[in-house]
């Protein structure tokens, strides 16, 4: 839905099906379901206010974005679809207890918030620098952009911490968990490679874990 029609659903569906395409790629050539729907609502300016963004589902996403025309909008619409999808392993399918039995009414956080976001975060614009979508300058620009973001929060809570009381105590480190937490996922993903000599990923960590 765009109130001034100023962006449409055939021009967001080039970019989605981009990300789409690579993501089956990273995830061995098949995607965890066989469909999926982007549902997009746009905002004007004047009527945005500071919040907009994503919430997942197990086979669609809704988008709250703001109205504006151009490049810019389209690779935001595939940057939040990517990172969207793959909450279909995270927290969607790799989850707590805490999470398959939420209770809405009085939430108990879990430790793993962290992993959720952090490692979906990763994982989106990872698939974007493997297929091509990003350059190589735009994958570091990322990598540092979250370095860089991150060192303004506290260096001294653990990611599993702030997780764990994310509602209270340390509700202004939840955005940390998309930069530290995607550096964290990109230490883990390294150190596999290593340990593996290239054999064994981050991506085939989820996979297990996913099926056990």
């Known amino acids: 839905y765009s109130p001034s029609k100023a962006v449409n659903a055939h021009e967001c569906m080039n970019y989605i099906s981009e990300v789409l395409d690579a993501t089956s790629d990273y995830l061995g050539g ?33 988008l709250y974005m703001p109205e504006f025309e151009g490049e810019r909008f389209y690779s935001s619409v595939r940057d939040i679809t990517a990172h969207e999808f793959f909450h279909i392993i995270t927290p969607l399918n790799i989850h707590s207890e805490m999470i398959n039995d939420f ?39 990322v990598i540092k952009e979250k370095m860089d973001e991150a060192e303004g929060y506290n260096q001294d809570i653990p990611l599993t911490v702030a997780s764990k009381f994310t509602l209270d105590f340390f ?24 340990l593996s000599e290239g054999k064994y990923r981050l991506v085939n960590l989820l996979e297990e874990l996913g099926t056990t």
């Not at 379901?33 to 669609?60: D, F, T």
């Not at 939430?107 to 918030?113: F, G, K, L, T």
């Not at 962290?114 to 994958?139: D, M, P």
């Not at 509700?171 to 290593?194: H, R, S, T």
């Open 103 to 141: 209770n809405f009414i009085d939430p108990e956080m879990s430790e793993h918030i962290w992993l959720y976001e952090g490692v979906t975060e990763y994982n989106g614009h990872l698939v974007q620098a493997r297929s091509g979508i990003y350059s190589l300058e735009e994958w570091v620009d």
């Open 171 to 194: 509700k202004d480190e939840y955005l940390n968990f998309y930069q530290k937490g995607a550096l964290a996922a990109m230490a883990i993903d390294l150190k596999l490679m290593e």
């Open 30 to 62: 098949k995607l965890p379901v066989e469909k999926y729907a982007v549902i997009i609502y746009c905002v004007s300016l004047e009527n945005v206010g500071n919040s907009y963004g994503a919430l997942e589902h197990h086979r669609s996403t809704v």
